[in-house]
């Protein structure tokens, strides 16, 4: 008895194996992975380009860049909040990159300030938010602006070359086989889900997420868990930015003007409510592995922007209707309708060979 009341005990005390998690983590977002792997074969169907080694490395390295964004984005949403800002954050940081190299600044200085730019960005929306009481939408909106203009005004209209080998290295070269993009975002969804799961910080995020008013009351320190939930999101908005500044070798900016809509899509369709207090990390990155793709396949049968643009928007409806709106009640009363049929004696079931249509469907009525 000792032995079979402790275990539950232990589970419950200690962090399970990482491997039990993962499992976990893939079983709870079973249906995400099947809608991964029906995009993949549908790609496979409409274009013989799409399962070409040089086409699967663009969805990669696309999604490496996208992922790292969403996974900061999801660190505000799971907040209630939203962050309109990154895509602004990430041309800013390609900018500021590209010309500090130019005039000749030491390469860790470069990474160094570009990171605290977008990671101060960040902390703008946050104090915006708390205590300029600016909804988030709004406070993000207008730093959306500010920020685009500076990339602007820093720019000075041209487009601004990287000749740094070594960024580009640092950034986008290989370790043996892999991408460095690959490794970064892979060590920093790992990271958050970490975080997420294990941290006392992530537990808070998900408790004033979930109900700000209680854990207010509970003593949480809600303020400045809002504030460090957008300069994360700030922080990661500056390593995407670098890690496609190294990838075109460019400063512009235009670039990341598309990441914002789709960081929020891909958090969104990973399970997160807009409400906030639910998903985790990796969920955002299997959204953004569903959005990526989807805009891969899009891009080959050669759709316009504008028709992309309106497939991205109807999939974060159908997500949030799912997710936050009558689309939670319409699965309850699914899954509810579904435990009665179970628990019926098999006389009342519904016969699955019955001879009548109308017979079969007055018993499913019944």
């Given amino acids: 008895m000792n032995n079979t009341a402790s275990k539950p005990a232990n589970r419950a005390g200690g962090a399970p194996p990482v491997a039990h998690w993962i499992l976990e983590t893939l079983k709870s977002k079973g249906v995400l992975l099947v809608a991964v792997a029906a995009i993949l074969l549908a790609g496979s169907v409409i274009s013989p380009y799409f399962l070409t080694s040089r086409n699967m490395s663009s969805i990669i390295l696309t999604i490496a860049v996208l992922s790292v964004v969403a996974v900061g984005q999801f660190f505000v949403i799971v907040t209630a909040g939203i962050d309109l800002s990154v895509g602004a954050s990430v041309a800013l940081t390609t900018v500021m990159t590209a010309v500090l190299l130019r005039e000749g600044v030491p390469l860790p200085i470069v990474v160094v300030l570009a990171v605290a730019v977008s990671s101060f960005v960040g902390l703008v929306n946050g104090l915006l938010v708390v205590f300029g009481r600016i909804t988030p939408f709004i406070a993000t909106l207008g730093m959306l602006s500010v920020v685009q203009g500076v990339a602007f005004l820093i720019q000075n209209g041209t487009l601004v070359a990287i000749n740094n080998d070594s960024f580009s290295s640092l950034f986008a070269g290989s370790i043996g086989p892999v991408r460095v993009e690959v490794v970064i975002f892979i060590v920093v969804a790992v990271a958050a889900a970490i975080v997420m799961r294990w941290s006392v910080f992530g537990r808070r995020l998900y408790a004033l997420g979930g109900n700000p008013h209680a854990a207010h009351l509970s003593g949480l320190p809600v303020k400045r868990d809002i504030v460090s939930a957008y300069v994360l999101s700030g922080f990661l908005a500056g390593i995407a930015g670098l890690m496609l500044a190294a990838q075109l070798r460019e400063g512009n900016s235009l670039l990341g003007s598309d990441l914002a809509l789709s960081s929020i899509a891909a958090a ?34 050669s759709m316009p922007v504008e028709g992309q643009l309106l497939i991205e928007g ?53």
């Fill in 268 to 301: 969104v369709v990973g399970g997160a409510s807009l409400f906030g207090g639910s998903s985790t990390p990796l969920a955002a990155v299997f959204g953004g592995l569903l959005i990526g793709t989807i805009s891969n396949i899009l891009d080959l049968v």
């Fill in 314 to 366: 109807a999939l974060i409806l159908v997500a949030v209707l799912f997710t936050s709106g009558a689309g939670v009640g319409l699965r309850q009363w699914i899954s509810s309708a579904w435990s009665r049929n179970r628990n019926r004696p098999p006389e009342q079931r519904p016969a699955a060979d019955a001879g009548d249509p109308k017979e079969a469907m007055q018993a499913l009525q019944n």
